[in-house]
DNA sequence: GCCAACGTTGGC
DNA sequence: GCCAACGTTGGC
């Protein structure tokens, strides 16, 4: 079993959007190196939620990995910003993952509590610049996290 | 509003 | 294939 962190703006996709929802298909994904970590996802794997884009930023739930390997739909739908004119039925391009909602926390954890606790080397997140929405989360660190809520 | 980081685009 | 220009992300 893996652990992931999901970047998502709050006005775009919140926790609470993905609560009500239940579940979700992570779909807009378009860069490579995201999309070859939701390819690496396993069904089960569990996923910290992150709000990015909002004062103050930080982890504020987990969500589990319901299904992997589903196709994007929206890289085929020429009304969506997300088209691409490249993917074809026959051939996508842009694989993603379902996610459903474990659990909205207590309280948010911090971006910098989690700067103040965790080396670039250990999180991803906390590096300077980093700009992946979605990465890999040690399960070290993920422990840790959880242990934070769980004590 | 600023700007660091970095991915993408396009001319050559 | 190189690389400058440009665009986007996202924290501060």
């Known amino acids: 079993m893996n652990y992931w962190l999901f970047k ?34 396993e069904e089960g794997d569990l996923a910290f939620f992150y709000h990015s884009n909002i004062k103050p930023p930080g982890i504020v739930g987990l969500a589990k990995v319901a299904r992997s390997g589903e196709i994007d739909p929206t890289q085929f739908d020429p009304n969506s910003k997300y088209f691409d004119p490249k993917a074809t039925p026959e051939s996508p391009r842009w694989q993603t993952v379902a996610i459903a909602f474990v659990e909205k926390f207590p309280h948010p954890l911090e971006l910098s509590v989690l700067k103040a606790r965790f080396s670039t080397d250990e999180l991803l997140l906390v590096r300077r610049g980093n700009r992946l929405s979605v990465m890999p989360v040690g399960e070290k660190v993920a422990e840790e996290i959880l242990e934070i809520f769980r004590g």
């Not at 009500?20 to 807009?28: L, M, S, V």
Request: hydrophobic share 30%.
């Open 8 to 41: 998502s703006e709050p006005n775009d996709y919140s926790i609470e959007d993905l609560a009500r929802d239940g579940e979700a298909i992570w779909d807009g994904v378009r860069n490579y190196q995201a999309r070859n970590f939701l390819r690496q996802m």
